[in-house]
């Protein structure tokens, strides 16, 4: 039976004990938390109808609210209520609602015994970063079953869930109101909601203006700014943290009622006291302040419950949030935490006892609901308007562009390409979207000029338009690509055009679009960064008192990407006891946001002033702005979102070109041109050569390429397709290869089928193919076909699925196709429509690949320096590159004080290493071209002082001893013992060691040193041994991350070839099912969530890489094996599957305890 209020009241008042949580562990505490008889930390006093029972007071407010014991019959508190003004009390008049209601008057909530119409006007979700405890939707899930006839969002200081709140209450059928509670500088608290699209407009500027006058997650919002920006606001008085509440409570009526004044000043009619009721001990006493004050001042009020979580139980997770926010324990905080558990949202129900003497304040809080009104489909956004030559129209100038681009393009020109350019111009015409494209021609052109690499991607590489104009690289008519996937004539979304941009020169991009189209109407879209599960464990578990190392521990064992799988496992370190209300909370955490960063590439450009439309606030980059809305919710307000992608891959291919230039006397390729037949690139991905190489190297594409064996571009489409999560998930993988490798028959449903889906061998694998499916089965149109694939991927049950079947078996039938034929055809696109890869988007990442390809076969030194110079990118580490560079003969050379640049270079003239042992059959050994290391690699070397050491040898000349370099450069004395750690110093012929003995004398001489009396003096240093290979390979990983020396295996070898452990190498030689053994550095490992728990494993030893699958019984058994070791030791069973070799993991070894093992069975 659920505890009635008057229940709960009497319970907290038997609990006159210490105030305080004193909870032994972090297992007490959660226990705790979860028990719904917990204890209030402050008790309430004055429920209706309670009588005589006697309640203490808070300890902590007893100075200025006495302490209340109510007589039998007397209304609480009236004998003596210190702090509260008195007289203010009696004086207030019964026409108000600072008065007990009568029975008559609760009668009048109440309409055939159903409860009050009741609005929640103060809630709090999850964007309030770590201030609230549920999801928007949660909230309004919880609303509908309460019956509220609205509720407002209220996140802190800004509108962060407010789009997806608003979409989500329209679809369910709840009236969404949209506000804020801003915090003031001077303390204040003030809920305000915007009553109409005016007060929307009054809210983004509010709230830019606010964010934008202080600094990165400190705003400032005074009064004074509230009052310049509240025309269509409605204000709310606020919590009791409110200054309103503070000094009410503090008995300073002058000072409450000269703030009721100057806030009635600013909002007039739009001014409500707020009313909250929470159970604390002087709730009733502080409410009929405010009323009295309320009632003084002519000014209505409301109730709301100030809400936190959706439901009752969301107090324990609201806690441990407050608790990462504050980095503090549950143990510690004390009153930095919410007194009890009150804050979930309630029902008229429930808050009708807590307001039983001001019943009118739940009425007005339903009324206030109903007149706020803001409707966010704000579609047709106007474009901002672009500068065209004199005599053209916007229209007119793109016409003339295009057809410039087509007798560039095609020579000569084609009958189809002409048409389809007819046919896209006249669609944009119509559309009004010429701008738009213009737009996009202009970035394009800006980075051309500036010789930054730029190309679209996306549907709008379906485009021909785009390909004229140059804004996508892909011909879409050779490629036979569909624009109707990007623009129909009556699309409701404005298209997408996503530009990738060389990521160093990203930057000069934004900045000129900013200077082009000012700051006031551009900014950056946000990326809400998310809590995942490891992040999430990390902080649950300092929250709850858990040790550092303790905490650590949990961290590592839980997987990165692992959204909501949180291993038992961790259960050994938690606790069993503690385990299931420690793992509930790590479950609903992940998933909350946890703060704004900017984008990877959403830019808003707008007509009107974007603060007018999107609040904004700094970013953590100076001098960035970002928007508080996402890109998700950009486009569902239907603002102009322009893609300026970083792509690292662009900035690769740019350094190749300009080093290719430097080092070789052949023309520089223009790599947007390259013939697309060249066998000897195909050969080196069907080889798996593709470590660096975009889009085709993960170890999921290392497994799926010697099964394709891609020999033609369309190879190389599919193949980027094809290894996602849809067609691994839908099952279109092996349909597709068994059909390549001939042992399954090509297969069509209808004949008319074959020329859609013969490219993909009769399996749908792209979004186009759906859409002509559907025009060429049901007659649909290419609009409609769309609109069917988007409504097929939104379809959440089957009910929906079927009211989409109907109509497209009329269709078919009007066809002649029969109504099985239609039905078979209908669900093989309703199976793909989720997941289908867009194959413009396809094609353009598979030129890239291709580019990047051809560079590592034809200029690999240039391409390895280039990939090292770009990290992080691409799915392995700097040393696994680095490795790879190797085995194509390619020396990696140590840094180099006189050699060195900031960056890697290429250096040209050493001799290679010949021995091709481990590398692929068809590597191009280079024996003439090599990586040197740049001082940027060096832990503790900061960029400024990298730069600095090229700067002062370019300045004086060449370095030539140890305590030169210090006396020429200000070093910190780290970086001058890892510069000798790693090897900058050899070239003076100097010994490591010794010159770690020297660092701290040496560091006295340089420029930065501030010298003591205290100095101590030199030393001679004693004899020291060389330092050994192993120990120079070790000290390489640890300070640059990349080994110039020996891979760490051949340190092993020795011992794991006693232990009949195999090279990577030997796999080749290896029958299948065999039993076998492997070693190596775990260098990938992943847990796709489409692999139903399998692990999959890449291991590196000299040779190269082994792939490993580790079946989920096997993962768990092994589990922290795999998470506290670098390196391990695989026995399983050997498979090999048309060209791919990979081993099946039985028991995982770590390999310091393997070869321990083994040298005392061996000893």
Same mark, same amino acid.
């Given at each position: 039976?659920?505890?009635?209020?008057?229940?709960?009241?009497?319970?907290?008042?038997?609990?006159?004990?210490?105030?305080?949580?004193?909870? @032994?562990?972090?297992?007490?505490?959660?226990?705790?938390?979860?028990?719904?008889?917990?204890?209030?930390?402050?008790?309430?006093?004055?429920?209706?109808?309670?009588?005589?029972?006697?309640?203490?007071?808070?300890?902590?407010?007893?100075?200025?609210?006495?302490?209340?014991?109510?007589?039998?019959?007397?209304?609480?508190?009236?004998?003596?209520?210190?702090?509260?003004?008195?007289?203010?009390?009696?004086?207030?008049?019964?026409?108000? #609602? +600072?008065?007990?209601?009568?029975?008559?008057?609760?009668?009048?909530?109440?309409?055939?015994?159903?409860?009050?119409?009741?609005?929640?006007?103060? $809630?709090?979700?999850?964007?309030?970063?770590? *201030?609230?405890?549920?999801?928007?939707?949660?909230?309004?899930?919880?609303?509908?079953?309460?019956?509220?006839?609205?509720?407002?969002?209220?996140?802190?200081?800004?509108?962060?869930?407010?789009?997806?709140?608003?979409?989500?209450?329209?679809?369910?059928?709840?009236?969404?109101?949209?506000?804020?509670?801003?915090?003031?500088?001077?303390?204040?608290?003030?809920?305000?909601?915007?009553?109409?699209?005016?007060?929307?407009?009054?809210?983004?500027?509010?709230?830019?203006?606010?964010?934008?006058?202080?600094?990165?997650?400190?705003?400032?919002?005074?009064?004074? #700014?509230?009052?310049?920006?509240?025309?269509?606001?409605?204000?709310?008085?606020?919590?009791?943290?409110?200054?309103?509440?503070?000094?009410?409570?503090?008995?300073?009526?002058?000072?409450?009622?000269?703030?009721?004044?100057?806030?009635?000043?600013?909002?007039?009619?739009?001014?409500?006291?707020?009313?909250?009721?929470?159970?604390?001990?002087? *709730?009733?006493?502080?409410?009929?302040?405010?009323?009295?004050?309320?009632?003084?001042?002519?000014?209505?009020?409301?109730?709301?419950?100030? &809400?936190?979580?959706?439901?009752?139980?969301?107090?324990?997770?609201?806690?441990?949030?407050?608790?990462?926010?504050? +980095?503090?324990?549950?143990?510690?905080?004390?009153?930095?935490?919410?007194?009890?558990?009150? /804050?979930?949202?309630?029902?008229?129900?429930?808050?009708?006892?807590?307001?039983?003497?001001?019943?009118?304040?739940?009425?007005?809080?339903?009324?206030?609901?109903?007149?706020?009104?803001?409707?966010?489909?704000?579609?047709?956004?106007?474009?901002?308007?672009?500068?065209? =030559?004199?005599?053209?129209?916007?229209?007119?100038?793109?016409?003339?562009?295009?057809?410039?681009?087509?007798?560039?393009?095609?020579?000569?020109?084609?009958?189809?390409?002409?048409?389809?350019?007819?046919?896209?111009?006249?669609?944009?015409?119509?559309?009004?979207?010429?701008?738009?494209?213009?737009?996009?021609?202009?970035?394009?052109?800006?980075?051309?000029?500036?010789?930054?690499?730029?190309?679209?991607?996306?549907?709008?590489?379906?485009?021909?338009?785009?390909?004229?104009?140059?804004?996508?690289?892909?011909?879409?008519?050779?490629?036979?690509?569909?624009?109707?996937?990007?623009? !129909?004539?009556?699309?409701?979304?404005?298209?997408?055009?996503?530009?990738?941009?060389?990521?160093?020169?990203?930057?000069?991009?934004?900045?000129?679009?900013?200077?082009?189209?000012?700051?006031?109407?551009?900014?950056?879209?946000?990326?809400?960064?998310?809590?995942? $599960?490891?992040?999430?464990?990390?902080?649950?578990?300092? %929250?709850?008192?858990?040790?550092?190392?303790?905490?650590?521990?949990?961290?590592?064992?839980?997987?990165?990407?692992?959204?909501?799988?949180?291993?038992?496992?961790? %259960?050994?370190?938690?606790?069993?006891?503690?385990?299931?209300?420690?793992?509930?909370?790590?479950?609903?955490?992940?998933?909350?946001?946890?703060?704004?960063?900017?984008?990877?590439?959403?830019?808003?450009?707008?007509?009107?002033?974007?603060?007018?439309?999107?609040?904004?606030?700094?970013?953590?980059?100076?001098?960035?702005?970002?928007?508080?809305?996402?890109?998700?919710?950009?486009?569902?307000?239907?603002?102009?979102?322009?893609?300026?992608?970083?792509?690292?891959?662009?900035?690769?291919?740019?350094?190749?070109?300009?080093?290719?230039?430097?080092?070789?006397? !052949?023309?520089?390729?223009?790599?947007?041109?390259?013939?697309?037949?060249?066998?000897?690139? /195909?050969?080196?991905?069907?080889?798996? *050569?593709?470590?660096? &190489?975009?889009?085709?190297?993960?170890?999921?594409?290392?497994?799926?390429?010697?099964?394709?064996?891609?020999?033609?571009?369309?190879?190389?489409?599919?193949?980027?397709?094809?290894?996602? =999560?849809?067609?691994?998930?839908?099952?279109?993988?092996? =349909?597709?290869?068994?059909?390549?490798?001939?042992?399954?028959?090509?297969? /069509? #449903?209808? @004949?008319?089928?074959?020329?859609?889906?013969?490219?993909?061998?009769?399996?749908?694998?792209?979004?186009?193919?759906?859409?002509?499916?559907?025009?060429?089965?049901?007659?649909?149109?290419?609009?409609?076909?769309?609109?069917?694939?988007?409504?097929?991927?939104?379809?959440?049950?089957?009910?929906?699925?079927?009211?989409?079947?109907?109509?497209?078996?009329?269709?078919?039938?009007?066809?002649?196709?029969?109504?099985?034929?239609?039905?078979?055809?209908?669900?093989?696109?309703?199976?793909?429509?989720?997941?289908?890869?867009?194959?413009?988007?396809? %094609?353009?990442?598979?030129?890239?690949?291709?580019?990047?390809?051809?560079?590592?076969?034809?200029?690999?030194?240039?391409?390895?320096?280039?990939?090292?110079?770009?990290?992080?990118?691409?799915?392995?580490?700097?040393?696994?590159?680095?490795?790879?560079?190797?085995?194509?003969?390619?020396?990696?050379?140590?840094? *180099?004080?006189?050699?060195?640049?900031?960056?890697?270079?290429?250096?040209?003239?050493?001799?290679?290493?010949?021995?091709?042992?481990?590398?692929?059959?068809?590597?191009?050994?280079?024996?003439?071209?090599?990586?040197?290391?740049?001082?940027?690699?060096?832990?503790?070397?900061?960029?400024?002082?990298?730069?600095?050491?090229?700067?002062?040898?370019?300045?004086?000349?060449?370095?030539?001893?140890?305590?030169?370099?210090?006396?020429?450069?200000?070093?910190?004395?780290? %970086?001058?013992?890892?510069?000798?750690?790693?090897?900058?110093?050899?070239?003076?012929?100097?010994?490591?060691?010794?010159?770690?003995?020297?660092?701290?004398?040496?560091?006295?001489?340089?420029?930065?040193?501030?010298?003591?009396?205290?100095?101590?003096?030199?030393?001679?240093?004693?004899?020291?041994? =060389?330092?050994?290979?192993?120990?120079?390979?070790?000290?390489?990983?640890?300070?640059?991350?990349?080994?110039?020396?020996?891979?760490?295996?051949?340190?092993?070898?020795?011992?794991?070839?006693?232990?009949?452990?195999?090279?990577?190498?030997?796999?080749?030689?290896?029958?299948?099912?065999?039993?076998?053994?492997?070693?190596?550095?775990?260098?990938?490992?992943?847990?796709?969530?489409?692999?139903?728990?399998?692990?999959?494993?890449?291991?590196?030893?000299?040779?190269?890489?082994?792939?490993?699958?580790?079946?989920?019984?096997?993962?768990?058994?092994?589990?922290?094996?795999?998470?506290?070791?670098?390196?391990?030791?695989?026995?399983?069973?050997?498979?090999?599957?048309?060209? &791919?070799?990979?081993?099946?993991?039985?028991?995982? !070894?770590?390999?310091?305890?393997?070869?321990?093992?083994?040298?005392?069975?061996?000893?």
């Amino acid at each position: 039976m659920t505890e009635s209020v008057r229940d709960r009241a009497q319970r907290n008042a038997r609990d006159d004990g210490d105030h305080e949580r004193v909870l @032994p562990d972090p297992a007490a505490q959660l226990a705790q938390h979860d028990r719904e008889d917990l204890r209030l930390d402050r008790e309430h006093h004055d429920i209706a109808h309670l009588g005589g029972v006697e309640i203490r007071p808070d300890t902590a407010n007893a100075e200025s609210l006495g302490q209340l014991v109510p007589p039998s019959g007397s209304r609480p508190g009236d004998e003596d209520r210190a702090g509260i003004d008195q007289s203010l009390l009696h004086e207030a008049t019964d026409h108000r #609602l +600072g008065h007990r209601a009568t029975a008559d008057e609760g009668d009048r909530l109440r309409v055939e015994g159903h409860p009050a119409q009741y609005a929640e006007l103060h $809630a709090h979700s999850n964007y309030s970063f770590l *201030d609230g405890a549920s999801h928007p939707e949660d909230l309004v899930d919880r609303a509908l079953e309460l019956g509220l006839e609205g509720l407002a969002l209220t996140d802190t200081n800004g509108l962060y869930g407010a789009v997806r709140f608003w979409n989500y209450a329209q679809e369910r059928g709840l009236h969404a109101v949209l506000g804020t509670e801003l915090k003031l500088v001077d303390g204040d608290h003030l809920v305000l909601l915007a009553q109409d699209n005016a007060g929307w407009t009054s809210l983004c500027r509010l709230i830019s203006r606010g964010q934008l006058a202080g600094e990165k997650e400190a705003p400032r919002f005074t009064l004074d #700014l509230v009052r310049e920006h509240a025309e269509g606001i409605v204000c709310l008085t606020g919590c009791a943290r409110g200054v309103l509440s503070q000094t009410a409570r503090a008995g300073q009526t002058d000072a409450a009622r000269r703030h009721l004044a100057r806030l009635r000043e600013i909002f007039g009619n739009r001014l409500y006291v707020e009313l909250e009721h929470h159970l604390d001990a002087d *709730d009733d006493l502080l409410g009929d302040a405010l009323c009295a004050l309320a009632d003084e001042a002519g000014v209505p009020i409301v109730a709301t419950n100030n &809400v936190h979580y959706a439901r009752a139980d969301g107090r324990g997770l609201h806690d441990v949030l407050r608790c990462i926010d504050e +980095g503090t324990t549950l143990a510690e905080a004390g009153h930095r935490l919410k007194p009890n558990g009150e /804050y979930y949202l309630k029902g008229a129900a429930e808050l009708e006892p807590l307001f039983a003497r001001r019943p009118q304040a739940i009425a007005n809080a339903a009324a206030l609901a109903r007149e706020c009104n803001v409707d966010l489909r704000f579609r047709y956004q106007r474009l901002p308007g672009f500068a065209v =030559p004199q005599g053209h129209t916007a229209f007119s100038f793109m016409y003339e562009l295009c057809h410039k681009g087509l007798a560039e393009r095609y020579q000569p020109v084609t009958a189809a390409a002409a048409r389809q350019l007819a046919r896209e111009l006249d669609v944009i015409e119509r559309t009004r979207l010429a701008e738009f494209f213009l737009i996009n021609w202009d970035i394009v052109r800006f980075c051309k000029e500036k010789g930054i690499p730029a190309q679209g991607r996306g549907s709008a590489a379906n485009s021909i338009v785009a390909y004229l104009l140059d804004i996508t690289k892909v011909d879409p008519i050779a490629h036979d690509l569909l624009f109707e996937r990007f623009l !129909t004539e009556d699309a409701q979304t404005m298209p997408d055009i996503d530009l990738d941009i060389a990521t160093n020169d990203r930057e000069d991009v934004i900045q000129y679009v900013y200077s082009k189209y000012g700051a006031d109407y551009s900014a950056m879209v946000c990326n809400i960064v998310t809590y995942r $599960a490891r992040s999430a464990t990390r902080e649950v578990a300092k %929250a709850l008192g858990y040790s550092l190392e303790d905490v650590d521990r949990l961290a590592k064992m839980v997987d990165v990407h692992e959204a909501f799988d949180v291993p038992d496992a961790l %259960a050994d370190i938690v606790g069993d006891e503690r385990w299931p209300h420690f793992r509930r909370l790590v479950v609903e955490i992940a998933g909350f946001p946890r703060h704004l960063s900017i984008h990877n590439g959403g830019m808003l450009i707008t007509a009107a002033p974007l603060i007018d439309t999107v609040p904004i606030e700094r970013a953590t980059m100076p001098g960035r702005v970002v928007c508080q809305f996402d890109k998700r919710d950009v486009e569902d307000l239907g603002l102009i979102k322009m893609d300026l992608l970083g792509l690292r891959t662009l900035s690769l291919v740019k350094d190749a070109r300009a080093m290719i230039a430097a080092h070789h006397d !052949t023309a520089v390729p223009d790599l947007d041109r390259l013939p697309l037949d060249d066998a000897a690139v /195909y050969d080196l991905l069907c080889e798996v *050569d593709t470590i660096g &190489v975009f889009q085709v190297e993960s170890r999921a594409q290392a497994q799926a390429l010697p099964r394709v064996r891609p020999r033609n571009f369309a190879d190389i489409v599919v193949e980027v397709a094809i290894i996602r =999560p849809g067609p691994l998930q839908g099952n279109a993988v092996n =349909p597709y290869i068994n059909r390549r490798q001939g042992r399954e028959p090509v297969t /069509y #449903l209808h @004949p008319s089928l074959e020329p859609i889906l013969k490219e993909t061998l009769g399996v749908i694998l792209f979004q186009e193919q759906i859409l002509k499916v559907a025009m060429v089965i049901a007659g649909f149109s290419a609009a409609q076909g769309d609109k069917l694939r988007r409504a097929m991927s939104r379809a959440r049950s089957g009910a929906d699925m079927e009211r989409l079947r109907e109509p497209f078996a009329q269709g078919a039938a009007a066809n002649g196709v029969s109504r099985e034929i239609a039905d078979q055809v209908f669900k093989q696109i309703a199976g793909f429509a989720d997941f289908g890869f867009c194959k413009s988007h396809a %094609a353009a990442f598979a030129l890239v690949a291709y580019q990047t390809a051809w560079l590592k076969l034809y200029y690999p030194a240039e391409f390895f320096v280039a990939l090292l110079n770009n990290q992080p990118m691409g799915f392995y580490s700097p040393a696994v590159c680095a490795g790879d560079a190797k085995r194509h003969g390619i020396r990696m050379l140590p840094v *180099d004080m006189n050699r060195s640049q900031v960056k890697a270079v290429v250096e040209v003239g050493e001799t290679g290493d010949d021995r091709t042992q481990g590398a692929l059959a068809r590597a191009r050994i280079c024996r003439t071209h090599h990586v040197r290391l740049g001082f940027g690699t060096v832990d503790s070397l900061g960029e400024d002082e990298a730069k600095a050491i090229v700067a002062e040898r370019e300045r004086g000349g060449a370095y030539h001893s140890f305590e030169e370099v210090a006396r020429r450069v200000a070093l910190k004395e780290q %970086a001058l013992r890892n510069l000798a750690l790693v090897g900058a110093f050899d070239s003076f012929g100097e010994e490591r060691r010794a010159l770690l003995w020297r660092a701290r004398d040496a560091h006295r001489l340089s420029p930065g040193f501030t010298r003591t009396s205290l100095a101590i003096p030199p030393g001679e240093a004693p004899p020291l041994p =060389p330092i050994t290979e192993r120990d120079r390979a070790a000290l390489d990983y640890r300070i640059t991350g990349i080994p110039t020396g020996s891979q760490a295996m051949r340190f092993y070898r020795d011992e794991l070839q006693r232990g009949s452990v195999l090279r990577s190498s030997a796999l080749n030689q290896g029958r299948d099912g065999a039993r076998i053994r492997v070693a190596g550095a775990m260098v990938v490992k992943q847990r796709p969530g489409t692999a139903k728990g399998f692990v999959f494993l890449s291991l590196e030893d000299e040779d190269g890489l082994s792939n490993i699958i580790v079946r989920p019984n096997i993962y768990a058994q092994f589990k922290r094996v795999i998470a506290e070791n670098d390196a391990v030791v695989i026995e399983g069973r050997l498979q090999r599957q048309d060209g &791919v070799i990979r081993v099946l993991a039985e028991t995982i !070894t770590g390999i310091e305890l393997f070869v321990k093992i083994h040298a005392h069975m061996w000893g």
